[in-house]
């Protein structure tokens, strides 16, 4: 939280806001690294403790440079190394503290196995099916529950992608207002039709026999999931006549 000194309080108030952001902004300034960040993840990384925005007399959260920092160290961590949130929040908390931490080594692994350490250029970060029940903190019952509403699917080899911690996440959370995994079976479906519709784009790029031009899929996918998560966040929004903040 910042503070604002004890002479002139007005105008270091001022100043002091002047420097903070609107949950808007946030999200376009982390978009650049993660593309798929939405302000329903930065929303349950602060109810989950992770971060603590200011809040204005009507409510609107308020994030300060730190803030943004502390959020992008978090999605790096959840991106390349999948670890669950409460390990996050205790390894920033003791970095915080000044304690000398190493970060924790998790995931990457089928159950049972040893972690490795983190390779220099990761590709697909996979979780096995203990790691996200323990990182989403449900039980095996719940999880099938899950499954066989198509809004988690287990890889060929039993893992799963580690997005499956958000959409664990993000599944818990809609339910404590109330909606439940088969009331999200139309979002899966719609999800699949915009996946549907990227792949289609870009399965030209994706058979070429140049490596550049497969490369260049990859990051024509990225970008096109982006638009399309930004596009279905605002048509939402339409639909409901209201207005994030």
């Given at each position: 939280?910042?503070?604002?000194?004890?002479?002139?309080?007005?105008?270091?108030?001022?100043?002091?806001?002047?420097?903070?952001?609107?949950?808007?902004?946030?999200?376009?300034?982390?978009?650049?690294?993660?593309?798929?960040?939405?302000?329903?993840?930065?929303?349950?990384?602060?109810?989950?403790?992770?971060?603590?925005?200011?809040?204005?007399?009507?409510?609107?959260?308020?994030?300060?440079?730190?803030?943004?920092?502390?959020?992008?160290?978090?999605?790096?961590?959840?991106?390349?190394?999948?670890?669950?949130?409460?390990?996050?929040?205790?390894?920033?908390?003791?970095?915080?503290?000044?304690?000398?931490?190493?970060?924790?080594?998790?995931?990457?692994?089928?159950?049972?196995?040893?972690?490795?350490?983190?390779?220099?250029?990761?590709?697909?970060?996979?979780?096995?099916?203990?790691?996200?029940?323990?990182?989403?903190?449900?039980?095996?019952?719940?999880?099938?529950?899950?499954?066989?509403?198509?809004?988690?699917?287990?890889?060929?080899?039993?893992?799963?992608?580690a997005e499956a911690i958000t959409v664990?996440?993000?599944?818990?959370?809609?339910?404590?207002?109330?909606?439940?995994?088969?009331?999200?079976?139309?979002?899966?479906?719609?999800?699949?039709?915009?996946?549907?519709?990227?792949?289609?784009?870009?399965?030209?790029?994706?058979?070429?026999?140049?490596?550049?031009?497969?490369?260049?899929?990859?990051?024509?996918?990225?970008?096109?999931?982006?638009?399309?998560?930004?596009?279905?966040?605002?048509?939402?929004?339409?639909?409901?006549?209201?207005?994030?903040?």
């Open positions: 939280m910042l503070h604002t000194p004890s002479g002139g309080a007005g105008r270091g108030a001022a100043a002091a806001d002047s420097g903070l952001m609107s949950i808007g902004t946030v999200l376009n300034a982390l978009r650049d690294e993660f593309p798929e960040v939405t302000i329903s993840k930065i929303r349950f990384l602060e109810s989950e403790g992770l971060v603590e925005p200011r809040r204005t007399p009507s409510g609107y959260r308020k994030f300060s440079p730190q803030d943004v920092e502390r959020l992008a160290r978090i999605l790096r961590m959840q991106r390349d190394h999948y670890l669950p949130l409460k390990v996050i929040r205790e390894h920033l908390d003791a970095v915080e503290r000044g304690e000398t931490v190493q970060l924790p080594v998790l995931g990457r692994q089928r159950d049972g196995e040893a972690a490795a350490a983190p390779a220099e250029a990761p590709t697909a970060a996979r979780i096995g099916r203990g790691d996200l029940l323990a990182a989403a903190g449900m039980d095996e019952r719940t999880l099938q529950e899950w499954e066989s509403y198509g809004l988690l699917t287990p890889l060929a080899d039993g893992a799963y992608d664990a996440s993000l599944v818990a959370e809609l339910g404590r207002f109330g909606i439940e995994p088969r009331h999200l079976r139309v979002m899966k479906a719609a999800a699949d039709r915009e996946a549907g519709l990227v792949d289609q784009v870009v399965a030209p790029l994706r058979r070429h026999r140049n490596p550049q031009t497969r490369a260049h899929a990859e990051e024509r996918t990225k970008e096109l999931a982006a638009l399309t998560v930004r596009l279905h966040a605002a048509l939402v929004q339409t639909a409901l006549g209201v207005r994030l903040p």
